[in-house]
């Protein structure tokens, strides 16, 4: 069984440009989580995403990053206009159902790194 | 949300246990004791979970207090490749507790 898989694994991109991370859940997971790694710092959560859904995006910024989790295909997490703050380290992970009870560990993908320049 | 307290950092040397204290005196009934780690480079990995006995799995063991409000994870024998930052987090058991709050966790090194 595939992990999460996450592409490109490294990104890079001028300030005002567009920055696309994509994420392939495990097999049979229909619950998406983005987190941001800023350098230096922890993890923050982002987003969770259903399929076509978003369920919580109280951490993400209001303006410029947006997410989608189509019927088909992967989960994308979508950076406008990247200015250098943008830079970090993002990931992505997926569970089965997105309780905090005990059968639902969250499996994160490798990251995407980010740099702008 | 319940915080946890972690170290930064603690050293080991190769072959030796390794014990992680987290501190979480405002836990609540009904919260798991989660941890996980993150490797360099790579993203966080699930290592184990408990809500009120110890528990084992063949990457560690978690011995929780009596009274909850402390845990520790035990890695019985450290290898160069438990070198990670491990985290300690707190979950609700209910179907809307859904993020990871992740601290600044602690830092092992472990020594050849």
């Known amino acids: 069984n595939a992990g999460v898989m996450q592409n490109p694994r490294h990104l890079v991109r001028r300030r005002g440009q567009e920055a696309r991370l994509r994420c392939s859940p495990m097999?049979?997971?229909?619950?998406v989580y983005w987190y941001r790694q800023l350098p230096e710092e922890g993890l923050k959560f982002m987003v969770y995403?259903?399929?076509?859904?978003?369920?919580?995006e109280s951490g993400m910024p209001k303006e410029r990053f947006s997410a989608e989790f189509p019927k088909e295909g992967p989960s994308i997490l979508r950076i406008q206009q990247v200015v250098r703050g943008d830079s970090a380290a993002y990931f992505c992970?997926?569970?089965?159902?997105?309780?905090?009870?005990?059968?639902?560990?969250?499996?994160f993908g490798p990251g995407t790194r980010l740099t702008v320049l | 949300d319940a915080k946890t307290t972690q170290p930064n950092s603690m050293e080991s040397n190769e072959e030796e246990p390794v014990h992680l204290p987290c501190n979480h005196s405002?836990?609540?009934?009904?919260?798991?004791i989660h941890w996980y780690r993150q490797l360099p480079s790579q993203g966080p990995e699930y290592v184990i979970h408990?809500?009120?006995s110890n528990v084992n799995n063949r990457m560690a063991s978690l011995a929780i207090a009596e009274d909850r409000k402390s845990s520790t994870l035990i890695l019985h024998r450290a290898t160069l490749r438990d070198a990670a930052v491990y985290y300690c987090?707190?979950?609700?058991?209910?179907?809307?507790?859904?993020?990871?709050?992740f601290g600044a966790g602690t830092t092992v090194t472990v020594r050849a």
């Open positions: 408990g809500l009120t």
């Open positions: 097999k049979g997971h229909s619950h």
């Open positions: 405002t836990i609540s009934g009904t919260d798991y």
């Open positions: 992970a997926s569970s089965p159902e997105a309780s905090g009870s005990s059968y639902n560990e969250q499996f």
């Open positions: 995403l259903q399929k076509e859904n978003i369920i919580d």
């Open positions: 987090i707190l979950r609700a058991a209910r179907s809307n507790d859904y993020k990871l709050s």
